[in-house]
């Protein structure tokens, strides 16, 4: 391994420590509370080495979000590539989501409560354009399995690909979050396991869209 890529590896792990730190305190005292103080008792690494690698508490939670986001897109590429049938990719974008939920809630929760509206555009950083794109990205794939689903008579020739990403990205997004905050009552009142109310959930969200419900 050559000095520059020993160097990026040793920069890279330092990185992903302070994320790590940066994750469980953000989750345990929510992002407002945190000081970098805090993220430097939790990490052992100054506050110094820690401006070296972020540039503010902001850019350590772009950062997050980011990361999650990456894991989010690489699991449904993974997946979709594995088969060609419709509702096989849907179990598998569904699977990918569940993970993206449990893994990365930091980066789930952040992306659901963005006012992107708000986003001045002209003055990004370069976290946050890769947080835009890594979303207009994941569309991007995501367009494509309900474009494949039509032209393969799965899906419903009315169906309007990008409204319907926006749409099942949201309602299951809404069935991750019921089951994460509602999950023992559910079970318990109606004899479902989570997996199973999940099941059930995702079911019902792509039979609206397809040709034939399952």
């Known amino acids: 391994m050559g000095r520059e890529n020993k160097k990026e590896s040793v920069a890279a792990l330092h990185r992903k420590v302070i994320l790590k730190a940066s994750e469980k305190l953000f989750i345990e005292k929510g992002f407002g509370e945190t000081t970098i103080s805090d993220i430097s008792a939790a990490s052992g690494y100054s506050r110094r080495t820690i401006y070296a690698y972020y540039l503010s508490k902001e850019d350590i939670l772009h950062h997050i979000i980011m990361q999650g986001l990456s894991f989010l897109k690489n ?4 997946g979709m590539a594995e088969s060609s049938d419709f509702i096989t990719r ?7 989501m569940k ?10 929760k952040s992306v659901i409560t963005a006012d992107t509206g708000k986003i001045s555009f002209e ?10 794109n890594l979303g207009d990205e994941i569309n991007g794939l995501l367009v494509g399995f309900i ?15 990008m409204p319907t990403v926006y749409i099942l990205w949201s309602s299951i997004s809404s069935l991750l979050t019921l089951t994460g905050t509602k999950g023992r009552f559910l079970t318990q009142s109606l004899s ?5 109310f999940l099941e059930y959930g995702f079911r019902q969200i792509i039979n609206s869209i397809l040709t034939e419900r399952i």
């Open 75 to 78: 699991d449904i590429e993974t």
């Open 192 to 196: 479902f396991t989570r997996d199973e």
């Open 147 to 161: 474009g494949g689903g039509k032209s393969s008579g799965a899906v419903r020739s009315d169906v309007e690909p």
């Open 99 to 108: 993970k993206y939920y449990e893994d990365c809630p930091l980066s789930a």
């Open 123 to 132: 003055t990004l950083s370069p976290a946050v354009k890769r947080i835009l």
């Open 90 to 96: 849907y179990s598998s974008i569904c699977a990918a």
